[in-house]
């Protein structure tokens, strides 16, 4: 039963979230019948499953939320703003309840029925009241609530539940409910017996036929009926009181509970529903990430097996050994590269919770933003999305609050009311690339140059460049801020965005144009886990650098090379010069070679020049945190466990090339 509750909730939240991004999608644009079909599918089947699931409250608030789909599914209502909102309201108060049920179990919420009450009124253009305490509701939660009054409308409702039913399907129990929202006038069945040859011990060969009273719409009757009976035909038709006999003493029901606005669902839709939802079940499996993470681990383990299988090599192994050893390493790079897909998402896993966000924050401030996502099909290690979660949220708010302007600064500019805000994701060179970018006033470097010498960080003689005046906007408590914000705040927090980052073995970027908008851009690993790497030699300890890094190598002296002030060195690679970084001196060691390899690497279009002693050659290595083992040192990204059981630092090859074009830039000012 536990796996099927944990299976529930995985389901439960993915629906809500599908509910949540379908809205917003009909907000910010022009509704299609496909798109409000899949909101109306997202919120029948989480109905159906809490209703199995035995979450009573849960699924009868998401039958009232269906009324209001069905409305716009087949009514073609249109989604205004106030009923948009409500309607996300709903969203949040179903996650509510959801997350309350892990505790609490089978919880309602006092909210619920006005809610629903607000939804429909907003649908039929009416004033959007919330009834007085006093004043109980129709459907207020009492035990064997009253009866109806005597003005309440009446109808005729032929029932016929499916031909098949399952063990869980009891048709007498839901009329029995019925009572619940009202009164059941007359009650007849109809049977339709067949021959006993033709009898199946499953089927259902009989209907009812009622008249029934009720102060609802004619859609929550149906929608009960119709909750758990999947096929079953429900007609509902309008009687004149009048004709209709004195009404008969109500059977005894159980505790009255908030009933629902649902709407009914054809059968097209659910059949559509239930294929969908049968094709995905045989196509994916859930696993639990704590498996996929045992099952990463092992591999790890197995990828440095594998090498020192491969470094245990030498002249007197024979060809056969060398054969089955050479085969065993292609079958080791193969499981590394299918467990790593295991383990890879789709960045919209992230991404489709800002668009919300952007719309809260953005109407909270009194402005307009367009929120747009591009390449949310990258693929990132899961570890490194919900890691992103963080940065990213502060980002986008701070785009919100500080970058896009309100409407009339924007109209006085010359720029559309509505400001832009562009999420973006895309692969390369190994690395992913997460790019947030606004149209918004951009940053004010002569304010932030300003702050910085009231901290005294640098003095009125100072001209630093604009990456240098980005950078200070990650130290902590740097901000420009007139006024504080309750939401953001540039350099409030960003320090923190920094550190998220790097932790991850990535960085972060800044650029900006005054009054045309910034942008932040994020590098991160594709994965935390394997890598393909060079190994460097230095001193007879071994380094390893990102293979995707490396562009070239050359030897030392083949080089043409000039020196600035005795401290910092460049070298000429084919008529440019780029920055030479010693890698004896920058780990510490003495360094007195004037021979050796230079190896050329690359991040982003800036290059470094690395002085080694040698190249170990190729593999592939496990990378393993020196946060979580030691602390973060400054220049190398990790360290990994080599074929003889050595351990090798992993470079950091964003740092080092920031370091060294940091330098240079200093002296060639100085200069």
Same mark, same amino acid.
């Given at each position: 039963?536990?796996?099927?509750?944990?299976?529930?909730?995985?389901?439960?939240?993915?629906?809500?979230?599908?509910?949540?991004?379908?809205?917003?999608?009909?907000?910010?644009?022009?509704?299609?019948?496909?798109?409000?079909?899949?909101?109306?599918?997202?919120?029948?089947?989480?109905?159906?499953?809490?209703?199995?699931?035995?979450?009573?409250?849960?699924?009868?608030?998401?039958?009232?939320?269906?009324?209001?789909?069905?409305?716009?599914?087949?009514?073609?209502?249109?989604?205004?703003?106030?009923?948009?909102?409500?309607?996300?309201?709903?969203?949040?108060?179903?996650?509510?309840?959801?997350?309350?049920?892990?505790?609490?179990?089978?919880?309602?919420?006092?909210?619920?029925?006005?809610?629903?009450?607000?939804?429909?009124?907003?649908?039929?253009?009416?004033?959007?009241?919330?009834?007085?305490?006093? !004043? %109980?509701?129709?459907? *207020? #939660? @009492? /035990?064997?609530?009253? =009866?109806?009054? &005597?003005?309440?409308? +009446?109808?005729?409702?032929?029932?016929?539940?499916?031909?098949?039913?399952?063990?869980?399907?009891?048709?007498?129990?839901?009329?029995?409910?019925?009572?619940?929202?009202?009164?059941?006038?007359?009650?007849?069945?109809?049977?339709?017996?067949?021959?006993?040859?033709?009898?199946?011990?499953?089927?259902?060969?009989?209907?009812?036929?009622?008249?029934?009273?009720?102060?609802?719409?004619?859609?929550?009757?149906?929608?009960?009926?119709?909750?758990?009976?999947?096929?079953?035909?429900?007609?509902? !038709? %309008?009687?004149?009181? *009048? #004709? @209709? /006999?004195?009404?008969? =003493?109500?059977? &005894?029901?159980?505790? +009255?509970?908030?009933?629902?606005?649902?709407?009914?669902?054809?059968?097209?839709?659910?059949?559509?529903?239930?294929?969908?939802?049968?094709?995905?079940?045989?196509?994916?499996?859930?696993?639990?990430?704590?498996?996929?993470?045992?099952?990463?681990?092992?591999?790890?383990?197995?990828?440095?097996?594998?090498?020192?299988?491969?470094?245990?090599?030498?002249?007197?192994?024979?060809?056969?050994?060398?054969?089955?050893?050479?085969?065993?390493?292609?079958?080791?790079?193969?499981?590394?590269?299918?467990?790593?897909?295991?383990?890879?998402?789709?960045?919209?896993?992230?991404?489709?919770?800002?668009?919300?966000?952007?719309?809260?924050?953005?109407?909270?401030?009194?402005?307009?933003?367009?929120?747009?996502?591009?390449?949310?099909?990258?693929?990132?290690?899961?570890?490194?999305?919900?890691?992103?979660?963080?940065?990213?949220?502060?980002?986008?708010?701070?785009?919100?609050?500080?970058?896009?302007?309100?409407?009339?600064?924007?109209?006085?500019?010359?720029?559309?009311?509505?400001?832009?805000?562009?999420?973006?994701?895309?692969?390369?060179?190994?690395?992913?690339?997460?790019?947030?970018?606004?149209?918004?006033?951009?940053?004010?470097?002569?304010?932030?140059?300003?702050?910085?010498?009231?901290?005294?960080?640098?003095?009125?003689?100072?001209?630093?460049?604009?990456?240098?005046?980005?950078?200070?906007?990650?130290?902590?408590?740097?901000?420009?801020?007139?006024?504080?914000?309750?939401?953001?705040?540039?350099?409030?927090?960003?320090?923190?965005?920094?550190?998220?980052?790097?932790?991850?073995?990535?960085?972060?970027?800044?650029?900006?144009?005054?009054?045309?908008?910034?942008?932040?851009?994020?590098?991160?690993?594709?994965?935390?886990?394997?890598?393909?790497?060079?190994?460097?030699?230095?001193?007879?300890?071994?380094?390893?650098?990102?293979?995707?890094?490396?562009?070239?190598?050359?030897?030392?002296?083949?080089?043409?090379?000039?020196?600035?002030?005795?401290?910092?060195?460049?070298?000429?690679?084919?008529?440019?010069?780029?920055?030479?970084?010693?890698?004896?001196?920058?780990?510490?060691?003495?360094?007195?070679?004037?021979?050796?390899?230079?190896?050329?690497?690359?991040?982003?279009?800036?290059?470094?020049?690395?002085?080694?002693?040698?190249?170990?050659?190729?593999?592939?290595?496990?990378?393993?945190?020196?946060?979580?083992?030691?602390?973060?040192?400054?220049?190398?990204?990790?360290?990994?466990?080599?074929?003889?059981?050595?351990?090798?630092?992993?470079?950091?090859?964003?740092?080092?090339?920031?370091?060294?074009?940091?330098?240079?830039?200093?002296?060639?000012?100085?200069?």
């Amino acid at each position: 039963m536990d796996s099927l509750i944990q299976l529930f909730y995985d389901e439960a939240n993915e629906m809500v979230e599908g509910m949540e991004q379908v809205l917003l999608a009909l907000e910010s644009g022009e509704p299609d019948p496909e798109t409000v079909n899949a909101l109306f599918r997202y919120a029948h089947s989480f109905k159906g499953n809490s209703a199995a699931m035995g979450f009573t409250h849960l699924s009868k608030f998401t039958h009232g939320l269906e009324s209001a789909m069905e409305s716009l599914r087949k009514e073609q209502r249109p989604l205004t703003p106030e009923l948009a909102t409500l309607m996300l309201q709903a969203v949040d108060l179903i996650r509510a309840l959801l997350e309350r049920s892990r505790t609490e179990g089978d919880v309602g919420d006092p909210t619920s029925e006005t809610l629903l009450q607000q939804i429909s009124a907003a649908l039929n253009g009416e004033p959007i009241q919330t009834p007085a305490p006093s !004043e %109980p509701s129709p459907n *207020a #939660s @009492e /035990p064997n609530g009253d =009866a109806p009054e &005597p003005s309440a409308p +009446q109808y005729r409702i032929f029932y016929q539940p499916a031909p098949t039913l399952s063990a869980e399907h009891d048709p007498l129990q839901l009329l029995n409910e019925l009572q619940e929202y009202g009164q059941v006038i007359r009650c007849r069945f109809k049977e339709q017996i067949p021959p006993v040859a033709q009898l199946k011990p499953d089927a259902c060969y009989g209907g009812w036929e009622l008249v029934y009273a009720t102060a609802f719409e004619p859609a929550i009757v149906r929608a009960l009926l119709e909750l758990t009976a999947e096929g079953a035909e429900v007609r509902i !038709e %309008p009687v004149q009181q *009048a #004709s @209709e /006999p004195t009404p008969v =003493a109500a059977t &005894p029901t159980p505790a +009255q509970t908030t009933p629902p606005e649902p709407a009914p669902e054809t059968p097209s839709v659910a059949s559509a529903t239930a294929a969908a939802a049968t094709k995905a079940d045989s196509q994916s499996i859930r696993v639990s990430t704590e498996k996929i993470d045992a099952l990463m681990n092992l591999v790890s383990e197995i990828v440095i097996a594998q090498s020192m299988l491969t470094s245990a090599q030498n002249a007197d192994t024979d060809e056969r050994t060398r054969a089955a050893i050479m085969q065993m390493e292609r079958h080791v790079r193969d499981l590394h590269e299918r467990v790593m897909a295991i383990r890879l998402l789709p960045v919209s896993y992230l991404f489709n919770r800002f668009p919300r966000m952007v719309r809260d924050t953005a109407a909270k401030l009194g402005k307009k933003v367009n929120f747009e996502i591009e390449g949310e099909e990258t693929e990132l290690d899961r570890t490194l999305l919900e890691s992103l979660s963080d940065p990213l949220t502060h980002l986008i708010r701070n785009a919100i609050d500080h970058g896009i302007e309100p409407p009339d600064v924007r109209r006085q500019q010359g720029k559309p009311e509505t400001g832009t805000i562009k999420l973006s994701a895309y692969q390369s060179e190994g690395r992913i690339y997460i790019e947030v970018r606004d149209d918004g006033k951009g940053i004010d470097t002569e304010r932030v140059r300003q702050k910085a010498i009231q901290l005294g960080w640098i003095t009125e003689h100072d001209s630093p460049s604009d990456e240098t005046l980005y950078d200070f906007i990650f130290q902590p408590g740097f901000s420009t801020a007139q006024q504080v914000s309750d939401l953001s705040g540039r350099g409030v927090g960003m320090d923190v965005v920094k550190r998220n980052v790097e932790s991850l073995g990535g960085s972060i970027s800044v650029q900006s144009k005054r009054g045309e908008g910034s942008r932040f851009l994020l590098r991160v690993p594709l994965t935390l886990a394997i890598m393909d790497g060079l190994g460097l030699t230095v001193a007879d300890e071994h380094y390893i650098t990102p293979l995707t890094a490396v562009v070239e190598a050359f030897q030392y002296e083949s080089l043409q090379h000039t020196a600035l002030f005795d401290q910092h060195e460049m070298v000429n690679v084919r008529g440019e010069f780029i920055p030479l970084v010693r890698l004896r001196q920058f780990v510490g060691l003495p360094d007195n070679s004037q021979d050796g390899l230079v190896v050329v690497l690359e991040q982003e279009g800036q290059q470094i020049a690395l002085l080694i002693d040698s190249i170990a050659g190729q593999q592939q290595v496990v990378l393993k945190s020196l946060e979580e083992n030691f602390t973060r040192v400054p220049g190398f990204a990790g360290a990994t466990i080599l074929g003889d059981g050595r351990v090798a630092l992993i470079l950091d090859v964003s740092d080092l090339i920031r370091r060294a074009h940091q330098a240079s830039e200093r002296l060639t000012a100085v200069a």
